[in-house]
């Protein structure tokens, strides 16, 4: 039981298709030259958020902690820009559990909102 030559190498070119289309769209991402928040940012963050984690489980009160690390809403290594409308005032704990996570709509909508309160 022998296979048609010509199934077989239809078969080999739609796999070299589909490898090379895999390979077209990984691109490298471009960058923010700037990597880290810098102190005057830093300032306009600790004072936007009087100092405090800004970080707010859905069923739960915003984090007593005291906000020591400026991140990145939308982190850096995957596109975010280092910009102040993409930071947020997280305590040590929170920012590395968070890690390079995208929060969800959800959560950036409720930061916006929050912000007008404090």
Not at 29 to 55: M, S
Request: hydrophobic share 35%; net charge positive.
């Amino acid at each position: 039981m022998h296979a048609d030559p010509q199934i077989i190498w239809s078969a080999i070119a739609l796999l070299g298709v589909l490898i090379l289309a895999g390979h077209a769209g990984r691109g490298r991402r471009r960058r923010d030259p700037n990597r880290f928040y810098t102190w005057p940012e830093k300032q306009v963050l600790i004072h936007q958020a009087a100092g405090r984690c800004e970080h707010k489980p859905p069923l739960w009160r915003r984090c007593p902690a005291q906000g020591t690390q400026a991140d990145h809403i939308v982190p850096w290594s995957r596109g975010g820009r280092t910009e102040l409308w993409n930071a947020q005032l997280l305590c040590e704990r929170h920012n590395q559990r968070k890690s390079n996570r995208v929060p969800s709509a959800l959560y950036r909508w409720r930061l916006q909102r929050r912000r007008t309160k404090y």
